[in-house]
């Protein structure tokens, strides 16, 4: 397994097969993998717990909401700087170092004796979450080569880590009633255990040929900026805008952002290539992947919301709902590269984040009836289908034909999209829901706007990254995923 990434690739017409990858490829894969759908099984597998957790560490209902934000904080503000110090030191090095400290901090957590020790494990949970995901996705992007080998890898990742979201919210219910919500902690510490002591021998060590100095002013203002921004978003979730905090931290978030695109635009090692953000596929394939996740994550808000308000589902029931989109995830994950094979990675995010808004669009249909619940069912599984899509083609789009070197820095953007995607939909669209003195018409305004943002995206992201004509008359391919 080289490490350098061949670019050369077949006619958009041909159809390669499915690759096969080695027991090795497969064991890397699998530790990988498993890393990823760990850090993807915290985002969700507390949500069902936080109130039997709040009676027994003596929470009161407002700090409930740090037992979420004290995890997507730095898991979300410290994704570019530790993918950039992957680069330059080691990916290898910091992902080890990542998992070892994501499962001391479960442990913590797992056996939490005050609110304090408590989300002091998940803050230290999200570190770690922090170097895991940049550096795991680097890894993997610099092990498989461009083209099927590495579609095929992402395809298995992000079916992964829509899945580990989704096992999340289930597995949080079964845990919870049958353990408590300890064992939700205690399950992170396991999946640690496992991966941890397999990580030293399989994943090569990669990092930049060359070491420049690391963009301190750029990391201090990007760091700051996400995580103003993630929090003032997080808790607008709950307690909506008009909050001071939530007021100041917005604002200090744009105005930090502002400021590093300004020192990025000035330094000769910058954090952030300008460049690599003019790329067109970097740029439109990240506006892809915000929009994928930020609106899919409102549905399965104001979805379980609907189920359990308005048709009186139990949480089980609801869980098994979503248990289905589940499902049907994995499978449209196992078929995903075999579409962006023969489409190209583009054209696969244009029709993937059409279908998922055509869908999002069909759930305006639900009522009050018993039949409601069928139609929820298949509608936000199918539009998973495609969301997954998305997923995975936009990860393909903004990482094809980016040099090694410059991995840690395409990952990291792809998985800090990913991180502010699920953090903001939920408090700028669900908040209707949740403050409308109808819920089921609320539920229907979201609905709507969410569709109408995703085919919105769509067709910008058409337009974004259609090929363009040189003066020659030859197509520009510029990575475009055109395989």
């Known amino acids: 397994m080289g490490m350098a990434i061949d670019t050369s690739r077949p006619p958009a017409t041909a159809r390669p097969g499915s690759p096969r990858l080695s027991t090795r490829d497969k064991l890397v894969l699998f530790v990988l993998c498993a890393a990823q759908f760990m850090v993807a099984l915290d985002f969700s597998v507390l949500n069902v717990a936080l109130p039997v957790l709040g009676a027994d560490l003596g929470m009161s209902q407002s700090a409930l909401q740090w037992a979420v934000t004290a995890f997507a904080l730095p898991s979300g503000g410290f994704l570019l700087l530790f993918g950039r110090i992957g680069d330059l030191y080691g990916r290898r090095r910091l992902f080890l170092s990542g998992l070892a400290l994501f499962g001391a901090a479960s442990l913590l957590a797992t056996f939490a004796w005050d609110p304090a020790s408590f989300l002091a494990g998940r803050a230290l949970q999200g570190i770690g979450a922090a170097a895991i995901v940049p550096t795991g996705m680097s890894l993997l992007t610099t092990t498989f080569a461009e083209g099927p080998a590495r579609d095929r890898a992402l395809g298995i990742s992000g079916t992964l880590l829509s899945l580990g979201f989704t096992v999340g919210m289930v597995a949080g219910g079964v845990l919870t009633d049958l353990l408590g919500w300890r064992s939700t902690m205690g399950l992170l510490t396991l999946f640690a255990l496992i991966v941890l002591p397999l990580a030293p021998a399989l994943l090569p060590e990669s990092r930049t040929p060359d070491r420049p100095r690391l963009d301190v002013p750029g990391a201090v203002t990007v760091t700051g900026g996400l995580l103003?921004?993630?929090y003032a978003l997080s808790t607008a979730a709950d307690h909506g805008f008009g909050r001071t905090d939530v007021l100041v931290t917005l604002v200090a978030g744009v105005l930090l952002l502002t400021a590093f695109a300004v020192v990025e635009s000035r330094t000769e090692a910058p954090l952030v290539s300008l460049p690599m953000l003019r790329r067109r596929t970097?740029?439109?394939?990240?506006?892809?992947?915000?929009?994928?996740?930020s609106m899919m994550s409102t549905v399965v808000f104001v979805l379980t919301l609907y189920l359990q308000e308005v048709l009186r589902l139990s949480a089980f029931e609801t869980?098994?709902?979503f248990g289905v989109q589940g499902v049907l995830s994995a499978v449209a994950g196992s078929y995903a590269p075999r579409v962006i094979g023969r489409l190209g990675a583009h054209r696969t995010l244009v029709v993937s984040l059409a279908g998922q808004g055509v869908l999002i669009a069909a759930l305006l249909g639900l009522g009050t009836g018993g039949w409601s619940v069928w139609l929820a069912t298949a509608g936000v599984a199918l539009a998973s289908m495609s969301h997954l899509g998305a997923i995975i083609s936009y990860g393909v789009t903004v990482t094809s034909g980016v040099p090694d070197e410059e991995q840690g820095l395409a990952t990291g953007l792809v998985t800090s999209t990913q991180q502010v995607g699920i953090t903001v939909g939920i408090p700028l669209l669900g908040v209707l829901a949740t403050t409308s003195g109808d819920l089921l018409s609320g539920v229907h305004t979201v609905l709507a706007l969410?569709?109408?943002?995703?085919?919105a995206a769509a067709v910008l992201v058409a337009v974004g990254l259609r090929p363009r004509k040189g003066a020659s008359g030859a197509v520009?391919?510029?990575?475009l995923g055109a395989r």
């Open 228 to 230: 103003s921004l993630i």
């Open 282 to 293: 970097v740029a439109w394939g990240n506006l892809g992947g915000l929009v994928t996740f």
């Open 319 to 321: 869980g098994l709902v």
């Open 450 to 455: 969410d569709a109408a943002i995703v085919l």
């Open 476 to 479: 520009e391919a510029e990575a």
